[in-house]
T-cell receptor, first 113, second 113 residues
Framework: NAGVTQTPKFRILKIGQSMTLQCTQD?????MYWYRQDPGMGLKLIYY???????DKGEVPNGYNVSRSTTEDFPLRLELAAPSQTSVYFC????????????FGQGTRLTVV | DAKTTQPTSMDCAEGRAANLPCNHS???????VYWYRQIHSQGPQYIIH???NNETNEMASLIITEDRKSSTLILPHATLRDTAVYYC??????????????FGKGTLLTVNP
């Protein structure tokens, strides 16, 4: 049972480059979330999705895009990377049937230089 | 969803009970109280949740006051591995919910030998 899998675990980007952070879950959860966590700070919600084809902005969506074409996958796209996007990114999933217990991935540590 | 207020930090001696308070004075009748914790550099982990009644599982107990304006998470025998940031979240499930799972600043619990 893999749970929530995030790739890559680490990445260094140059300013202006773009990349996609991958998130996959194998629990058939309909709710998925992307968070960022800056050093010493709490988690901030970037985007979330309540099902395939449905996404919505969280607290800090600027500079990011998401899509949800399947139940399993919820990729996060960074266009024109900036140093302010240096952070640890967490993906999570949950479902009503699990009493809304959210499962988190191990995180992607991104550095923009 | 209702705002929650938690102390910034707390200390606890190893082997003693850790009691973590949370204030949610504006909570509405259909909002659940959820607790998560985040051990350094890992993704958050679900602990427990409740609506009105006290709840207990293998990890912790949740005591919700009768007026539901505050709650306490109890770790009965804290160990060094319980050192983490603990988050209290009020979340509406069901009709009218946007399922926007957000985290505040939480309480840093340090368990001392």
């Amino acid at each position: 049972n893999a749970g929530v899998t995030q790739t890559p675990k680490f990445r260094i980007l140059k300013i202006g480059q773009s990349m996609t952070l991958q998130c996959t879950q194998d629990m058939n959860h309909n709710y998925m979330y992307w968070y960022r966590q800056d050093p010493g700070m709490g988690l901030k919600l970037i985007y979330y999705s309540v099902g395939a084809g449905i996404t919505d902005k969280g607290e800090v969506p600027n500079g990011y895009n998401v899509s949800r074409s399947t139940t399993e996958d919820f990729p996060l796209r960074l266009e024109l990377a900036a140093p302010s996007q240096t952070s640890v990114y967490f993906c999570a999933s949950t479902a009503i049937g699990t009493a809304f217990e959210a499962f988190f991935g191990q995180g992607t540590r991104l550095t923009v230089v | 969803d209702a705002k929650t207020t938690q102390p910034t930090s707390m200390d606890c001696a190893e082997g003693r009970a850790a009691n973590l308070p949370c204030n949610h004075s504006t909570i509405s009748g259909n909002e659940y109280v959820y607790w998560y914790r985040q051990i350094h550099s890992q993704g958050p982990q679900y602990i427990i949740h409740g609506l009105k009644n006290n709840e207990t599982n293998e990890m912790a107990s949740l005591i919700i006051t009768e007026d539901r304006k505050s709650s306490t998470l109890i770790l009965p025998h804290a160990t060094l591995r319980d050192t983490a940031v603990y988050y209290c979240i009020a979340l509406t499930l069901g009709g009218g919910s946007n399922y926007k799972l957000t985290f505040g600043k939480g309480t840093l619990l340090t368990v001392n030998p």
